[in-house]
C-alpha cells in the first residue's frame, strides 16, 4: 500500500502534460481522460482513506531515502480525509464545466485541473514543511490560470490581484522556513516536532518568531482576517466552477494550521499557546465580518464569497481551541462548509449565466430559466450554510457549541452571525428570485440559457451531488462523528505520526551503508582480480606468441638450411 500514497500526486502530474501535448486540439478526448482521471483520484482516495483508517500513519519515502534527508509523504486519517473531499470536489466540478461548456471558454482548463489537482493532493500529503512550499506554488499556479479562464476585464484586474497576494504570501513562508531552519536545521515535520520540543524554554525566542511567521502564511491562504481582502472580489470574478473548487483552496491553509500546530507547535509544546492567542480573536472577527459581508453584498457572488470568510472564521473557533473534542467538531464542519459553499459558487454560477445583462447584481430582474428548480437548490445551500435545522451546517455549529461549553461570548458570537447569515441568505435568495415574478420584460430582453451549455442536466446533477453530499454528511452524523473524533484523537497523539516516519530511519540507514561498503568493498576485489586476470593473460598471451614463434623459427630454420 505504501507505493499508492504517491499516486494522488503522480496520477494528475502524468496527465496534465499528456492532455496538454496529446490532446490540445480534441475537447471530447480531454473530457474523456479529465473524467477518467478524477474517477480514478477518487477510488484512489476510497481506499486510502479505508488503509488510513485501520491503523498508524503510513509513510512513503520518495528515492527510498532516509527522513529526515529525504522528503516524505505521509498517510494518517486527516490526509486521507483531505484527499477524499478534494477528489469528490475534483469529480464535480469537471462534470459541472463540462456540462455548462465553461471548459471550452479557454485554453488547457482540464490540464490546469489536474496541475491543481497534484498541488493540493501533495500539500494534504507531504511531511516536510519546504515540500509543502513547493506544493502550494504549484497549486497557486495551476490556480492563476484557471482564475482568467476565460478572460475579460474584471476576471483578469482580480487575478492580478490574487497572484499578488499569494506571491507576498509565498515570500512569507520562504521567510519563515528559512528562520525555522536557522533554528532546528531540519524542515522535516516529525523531525521538527522531536527537535522543538526538546528545545530549551530560553532558547526558544527564533523558533516563536518562525512559528507566528508561518500562522501569518497559513492566514493568508485560509482567508483570516486581517488577510481576507483579496477573497471576495476574486471567487466573484471567477469562473464558476473554479470557484467552486477555491471552496478547497482556502482549506488547504487552514489544514496547514491544523497539522503544524498540533505536531509542531502544540500548545502544550515550547511554543506555549501562542497558537491558540493568536486564532481565537482572528477567528471570532473573521466570523463577524463574514457573516456581516453577506448581509452587505450587493451581488449573489459577493453573498457566497462572504459566507466562505464567514465558515472559516466559524471552524477556525473550534480549531483555536486545541482539544480533541472542539477539533472533531471543527473537522465535521469544514467538511460540511467545503461541500455547501461549492455547491452555492455552481447556483450563482447558474443564475449568471441566465440571467443575462442583470449578472449576479441584487436588482429587480425577469425570470430565469429552470427559475424553480435553481430557487431550490439556493435555498437549501442557504439553508446548510447559514446553519438552519435540519441540514449539516446546523449539527455543525450544535457540535462547536457543544465543545466550547462555558464560553459563553463564543457562543453569543456564534448564534447572532448565524441570524444574520440567515437574514442575508433570505434577503439575498427573494430579489433574485422572488421578486423576479414582479418583473415583465420585453421578449429580446429575456433571460435565456448560455448557448455553449452542452448538457445543462450534468451540470444541475453535479450541483446537486455536492448538495446531496450536504444531506448524506446529516444522515450519517453518528458514524461520520465517530471517524472525526479518532481522527482528532490521532491529531492529537503526534508519537504516532514521529514513529512512523523517523522509527527505525536510522538503523535501516546504517544498514543501507554497510550494505554499501561490503557491495563497494566487494567490487573492488572483483576490480582487482579482474585487473590481475588481465595482466596474467597479457603474460601468458606474449608467452604464447614467443614460443609459437621459436618454434616457427625453428621448424623453418632447419628446413631452409635443408
Request: glycine share 10%; charged share 10%.
Amino acid at each position: 500500500m505504501d507505493h499508492w500514497i504517491i499516486a494522488p500526486v503522480v496520477i494528475p502530474a502524468m496527465l496534465a502534460p499528456l492532455i496538454v501535448l496529446w490532446m490540445r486540439y480534441d475537447l471530447v478526448t480531454q473530457r474523456v481522460a479529465s473524467i477518467l482521471g478524477m474517477s480514478v483520484l477518487l477510488v484512489l482516495a476510497i481506499v486510502l482513506m479505508v488503509s488510513a483508517s485501520m491503523g498508524p500513519p503510513e509513510v512513503y519515502r520518495l528515492g527510498n531515502w532516509e527522513p529526515p534527508y529525504g522528503i516524505v509523504l505521509v498517510l494518517d486519517r486527516l490526509s486521507a480525509l483531505m484527499l477524499l473531499l478534494t477528489s469528490i470536489l475534483g469529480l464535480v466540478i469537471v462534470l459541472y464545466a463540462i456540462g455548462s461548456g465553461w471548459d471550452k471558454r479557454g485554453w488547457h482548463f482540464h490540464s490546469l485541473m489536474q496541475f491543481q489537482m497534484m498541488g493540493i493532493n501533495g500539500a494534504f500529503l507531504t511531511g516536510d514543511a519546504f515540500n509543502l512550499f513547493v506544493f502550494f506554488e504549484v497549486l497557486l499556479i495551476a490556480s492563476y490560470g484557471l482564475m482568467i479562464h476565460g478572460g475579460g476585464r474584471a476576471r483578469l484586474k482580480s487575478g492580478v490581484q490574487y497572484v499578488v497576494y499569494n506571491l507576498a504570501g509565498s515570500t512569507l513562508f520562504l521567510f519563515a522556513l528559512g528562520t525555522i531552519y536557522a533554528v532546528a536545521g531540519t524542515l522535516n515535520m516529525a523531525d521538527l516536532a522531536v527537535k522543538v520540543a526538546q528545545m530549551p524554554a530560553d532558547q526558544s525566542a527564533l523558533i516563536k518568531v518562525g512559528a507566528a511567521l508561518l500562522m501569518l502564511v497559513f492566514a493568508v491562504k485560509a482567508a483570516l482576517v486581517p488577510f481576507q481582502f483579496w477573497l471576495p472580489a476574486t471567487y466573484t470574478n471567477a469562473p464558476g466552477p473554479v470557484a467552486a473548487l477555491f471552496a478547497i483552496m482556502t482549506k488547504v491553509g487552514v489544514y496547514a494550521i491544523v497539522r503544524v500546530y498540533t505536531l509542531i507547535f502544540p500548545i502544550t509544546g515550547t511554543t506555549g499557546t501562542l497558537a491558540h492567542d493568536i486564532l481565537l480573536p482572528a477567528a471570532m472577527v473573521t466570523l463577524v465580518i463574514g457573516m456581516v459581508g453577506i448581509l452587505g453584498a450587493r451581488s449573489l457572488g459577493r453573498v457566497v464569497a462572504y459566507s466562505v470568510i464567514g465558515s472559516v472564521g466559524t471552524m477556525m473557533l473550534a480549531f483555536a481551541q486545541f482539544t480533541q473534542g472542539a477539533t472533531s467538531a471543527g473537522l465535521y464542519y469544514m467538511v460540511h462548509s467545503t461541500l455547501v459553499a461549492a455547491a452555492l459558487f455552481l447556483i450563482a454560477d447558474l443564475v449568471r449565466e441566465r440571467r443575462g445583462r442583470w449578472g449576479l447584481a441584487l436588482t429587480d430582474a425577469p425570470k430565469i430559466a429552470q427559475h424553480g428548480l435553481i430557487a431550490a437548490l439556493f435555498f437549501a445551500g442557504a439553508i446548510a450554510m447559514a446553519g438552519m435545522p435540519p441540514l449539516s451546517g446546523f449539527l455543525g455549529k450544535l457540535m462547536i457549541l457543544d465543545a466550547t461549553r462555558g464560553q459563553w461570548g463564543l457562543w453569543a458570537v456564534v448564534l447572532i452571525t448565524s441570524l444574520i447569515a440567515i437574514v442575508g441568505f433570505g434577503r439575498a435568495g427573494s430579489q433574485v428570485f422572488w421578486r423576479s415574478y414582479a418583473v415583465e420584460a420585453e421578449e429580446d430582453e429575456r433571460p435565456q440559457p448560455s448557448k455553449d451549455a452542452s448538457s445543462p442536466a450534468l451540470a444541475f446533477t453535479a450541483t446537486g451531488i455536492l448538495l446531496a453530499g450536504s444531506v448524506a454528511l446529516t444522515v450519517l452524523a453518528g458514524p461520520a462523528s465517530t471517524w472525526l473524533q479518532a481522527t482528532s484523537a490521532q491529531l492529537f497523539t503526534p508519537v504516532q505520526y514521529t514513529d512512523a516516519v523517523l522509527a527505525g530511519a536510522e538503523a535501516r540507514a546504517q544498514e543501507a551503508a554497510r550494505i554499501g561498503a561490503h557491495d563497494h568493498g566487494h567490487m573492488e576485489v572483483i576490480e582487482e582480480m579482474r585487473s590481475e586476470d588481465g595482466h596474467a593473460t597479457d603474460g601468458t598471451a606474449t608467452d604464447g606468441h614467443t614460443t609459437d614463434t621459436q618454434t616457427e623459427t625453428g621448424h623453418d630454420a632447419p628446413a631452409a638450411t635443408h
